[in-house]
């Protein structure tokens, strides 16, 4: 029997309620599919903050680093806001990221059929919806030096190195091969040198795969296009800022944000997300929607332990409960048939998980 190690940031706001529905998920997956998890829980952002005053223990990094892969809920709330910066939840994130090395942020956008109705667009604007947008996700502005404020100016520094783009050039372009083979990267190089650099690093790096189809896109009209014709995109390539804005956008395409994964990866351990945050407004009420988290622990039996039947079963059982009508809270007015809490949704498709046969 398969033996594999997760590590579990909850971390706060809806984050325990949508992890423990995943755990389920991945139990009930264990059971069908000879393998077995065991977890070690670990802290991060405000509930970290609290107790032992750093939103990033260097004792999470330790579990990360000894697990087979890392499963993340989502951090922040207000209570936090006012910290100083480095000891917000968001700064423990994103030095999470930066320690584990994980470059590539990998935010799939389907629209499921059962909920194209839920989608803001018209249901022939985004049927058949799927794409994927490449995020580089530990450098760009969010990282880039000098950064600063006073009371009266506050900057940031948008860099990229060359080996910074051609790492992620690589991994959207490898992406493509096993898609569609259309990679659109996305930068603002009319105004930007920054991304100038980008465009040139995206070229050289697009000769080595000449079967993919490589275009380029100003992020102003990347955001507009998205919305009048979401099926024209494959992959998304993007700097990290650009990306964090379009893999929001994107997921409204599915009707919630509560329906979308992430993967970020390209170090040895990877990170399986939602790609929302930690709803405060929602936190404790049992109605969030665990299905992106869910989704996010197929991607992590998919890409980080090579369990491809078992990401298969788990992506089944969320059609199935998708198409027979359950809906949690966020969803509901689109063609619900049984309404059902975030515990609720977690046991339904961990039981089909269970029947699923293929
Ligand atoms: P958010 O994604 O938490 O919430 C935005 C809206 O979407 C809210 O109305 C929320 O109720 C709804 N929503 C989010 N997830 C949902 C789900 N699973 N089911 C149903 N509805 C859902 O973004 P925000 O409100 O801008 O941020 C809240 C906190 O989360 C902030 O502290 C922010 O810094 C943090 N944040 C964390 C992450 C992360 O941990 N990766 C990402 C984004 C934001």
Request: hydrophobic letters at 40%; glycine letters at 8%.
């Amino acid at each position: 029997m398969k033996q594999y190690k997760i590590a579990l940031i909850k971390g706060d706001g809806i984050g325990p309620e949508i992890i423990d529905e995943a755990v389920k998920v991945l139990d009930a997956v264990a059971s069908c599919c000879d393998m077995e998890f065991s977890y070690q829980e670990a802290l991060m952002g405000g509930c970290a903050y609290d107790i032992t005053g750093d939103p990033l223990p260097q004792e999470t990094i330790q579990i990360a680093l000894s697990s087979d892969a890392v499963l993340f809920g989502a951090i922040g709330g207000e209570k936090w806001d006012n910290l100083p910066r480095e000891k917000r939840p968001e700064s423990g994130l994103l030095r999470f990221r930066k320690e584990l090395g994980v470059y590539a942020n990998l935010r799939p956008a389907v629209v499921y059929d059962e909920l194209i109705n839920a989608s803001s667009l018209k249901p022939e604007v985004v049927k058949g919806v799927d794409l994927m947008v490449v995020r580089e996700l530990i450098g760009g502005i969010y990282f880039g030096e000098p950064k600063g404020r006073d009371e009266n100016k506050g900057w940031n520094t948008m860099v990229y190195t060359r080996p910074e783009i051609v790492r992620i050039a690589h991994t959207a372009f490898k992406i493509a091969m096993e898609r569609d083979k259309k990679v659109c990267s996305i930068d603002k190089a009319n105004v930007l040198d920054v991304s100038q650099l980008w465009r040139e690093v995206v070229e050289e790096v697009a000769k080595e795969y000449p079967e993919v189809k490589l275009s380029h896109m100003y992020v102003d009209n990347a955001a507009m296009q998205l919305i009048r014709d979401p099926k024209q995109f494959d992959v998304m390539l993007t700097g990290n800022i650009f990306g964090d804005i379009l893999s929001d956008e994107a997921s409204m395409l599915s009707g919630s944000i509560g329906l979308l994964p992430s993967a970020s990866v390209g170090a040895k351990i990877g990170v399986y997300e939602p790609i929302h945050g930690s709803a405060p407004d929602i936190a404790g009420q049992g109605i969030a929607n665990p299905i992106a988290t869910i989704s996010s622990a197929s991607m992590m039996l998919r890409y980080a332990l090579g369990e491809i039947a078992a990401a298969d079963k788990i992506d089944a059982a969320i059609k199935r409960a998708l198409s027979e009508g359950y809906r949690t809270q966020d969803l509901a007015q689109y063609d619900a048939k049984e309404v059902c809490s975030t515990s609720e949704m977690g046991s339904i498709i961990a039981n089909y998980v269970a029947k699923c046969k293929h």
